[in-house]
């Protein structure tokens, strides 16, 4: 595995209810059944100042925020190797997820995105609701900033913000960008 550089997304897993209930989600929703259930944007690599950790921003229910992940670990999953990105890809991917700080959390995305998966009606209101960046899931700002980086890890046609971490999780495993 390639050491974790910013703009690299990272994944890990969640332990608890929280993260059995979005394993489960995912899995109803045809994703598969992965160990990953929270993304992330490394902002920094790991420094003398922080052995073994890099420097993220990912989103919570408070808001996106810094935080410390482990660059290596039993549940830990980075796109290190496995995207190809240039310099300045990598630059305007931490821009974006620095801009994004603070963007709330919106538990709410994950039954929009349900929804449209099981054919729900109001396919048009969950679009507008989920392409709303107002608020995001943790893999819904993944995607946004490589996005706005011009950078499309999805292109499957599905609608800009219908992804989930076992997603980012399928894309890695799987080989890269579709």
Not at 42 to 53: D, L
Not at 110 to 134: E, M, R
């Given at each position: 595995m390639a050491a974790p550089q910013p703009g690299d997304f990272g994944l890990v897993n969640i332990n608890g209810?929280?993260?059995?209930?979005?394993?489960?989600?995912?899995?109803?929703?045809?994703?598969?059944?992965?160990q990953y259930e929270h993304a992330f944007i490394?902002?920094?690599?790991?420094?003398?100042?922080?052995?073994?950790?890099v420097g993220a921003i990912a989103a919570f229910p408070g808001g996106a925020r810094h935080v410390l992940y482990p660059v290596d670990g039993p549940h830990m999953l980075y796109s290190s190797g496995h995207i190809p990105l240039t310099d300045e890809q990598r630059a305007a991917i931490v821009h974006w997820a620095t801009y994004y700080l603070g963007t709330p959390y919106s538990a709410a995305d994950?039954?929009?995105?349900?929804?449209?998966?099981?054919?729900?009606?109001?396919?048009?209101?969950?679009?507008?609701?989920?392409?709303?960046?107002?608020h995001m899931i943790c893999s819904q700002l993944v995607d946004r900033c490589y996005q706005e980086a011009g950078v499309r890890l999805f292109a499957d046609g599905r609608w800009p913000g219908?992804?989930?971490?076992?997603?980012l999780a399928n894309l890695i495993l799987t080989g890269g960008p579709r």
């Open positions: 209810a929280a993260g059995t209930l979005i394993r489960i989600g995912q899995w109803l929703d045809g994703k598969g059944f992965r490394v902002t920094e690599a790991e420094t003398p100042e922080h052995p073994g950790m994950y039954f929009a995105i349900a929804a449209h998966h099981l054919h729900l009606p109001g396919s048009a209101l969950l679009k507008d609701y989920v392409a709303d960046t107002g219908f992804v989930v971490p076992a997603d």
